[in-house]
């Protein structure tokens, strides 16, 4: 057996044995350097209630070379591409050191969560919206976690929930879009041409309706 895969395998052994940080190691297909991990989203954050998997490729030179991770759960965070799910975190690059693991860097990933760098963003849009209005961001990136992550939504049963809304996932206001809904845009187009414009927060009040007509127009 060579190096790489006994450490790989004990990683995953110590992980199994660990019931205190709640994080999972497991192979994702024959492959012992093909794995997926996963954690819960951390206490008081929009992540809350979420489970979140991670995709985790081994490299050849593994620990001397960092490991290459995605998140699988579509995630809304400034760090996180919310389209590939491609993380933006130093130690996945050129912070890596041999003496991380596996568990140690989900750990990582998982107070990344907690703590967005929008200065260094993977996500400029998600970014954007972070330093316009965080209020309106954790609202988004909270539903994002329901939809996507399994949390509880406290709205679920009651009258007009149920679904996916749209405006949510893109984090609008519904007035917002409906306004340019009526001039006869489409629904989807308008949606698309708020989120590009961060139309939202004080941003509102700068962006005339003579611009995102022009936008819609595009």
């Not at 260094?120 to 988004?140: R, W």
């Not at 893109?170 to 949606?191: C, N, P, Q, T, Y």
């Amino acid at each position: 057996m060579d190096a790489r895969l006994r450490r790989v395998n004990k990683e995953i052994a110590d992980c199994k044995n660990d019931k205190t940080s709640q994080i999972k190691i497991d192979l994702f297909d024959s492959s012992p350097f093909h794995l997926k991990g996963s954690f819960p989203g951390p206490q008081g954050t929009p992540y809350e209630g979420g489970n979140f998997e991670v995709d985790i490729i081994i490299p050849e030179s593994y620990p001397f070379q960092p490991v290459k991770m995605k998140f699988i759960t579509k995630v809304y965070h400034p760090n996180v591409s919310s389209a590939s799910g491609a993380i933006c975190l130093d130690i996945l690059k050129d912070a890596w050191s041999p003496v991380l693991t596996l568990k140690s860097t989900l750990i990582s990933l998982q107070s990344l969560l907690c703590s967005p760098e929008p200065n260094d963003p993977q996500d400029a849009e998600v970014a954007k919206h972070y330093m316009t209005s965080k209020a309106s961001f954790e609202e988004t990136a909270r539903y994002w976690t329901q939809i996507y992550a399994g949390a509880p939504d406290p709205n679920r049963g009651k009258t007009g929930a149920g679904g996916r809304d749209e405006v949510a996932i893109a984090g609008l206001e519904r007035a917002h879009v409906d306004k340019f809904e009526d001039m006869g845009f489409a629904r989807s187009k308008v949606i698309d041409a708020l989120r590009r414009l961060n139309y939202r927060g004080s941003n509102v009040a700068q962006i005339s309706d003579e611009r995102v007509v022009e936008e819609l127009l595009k």
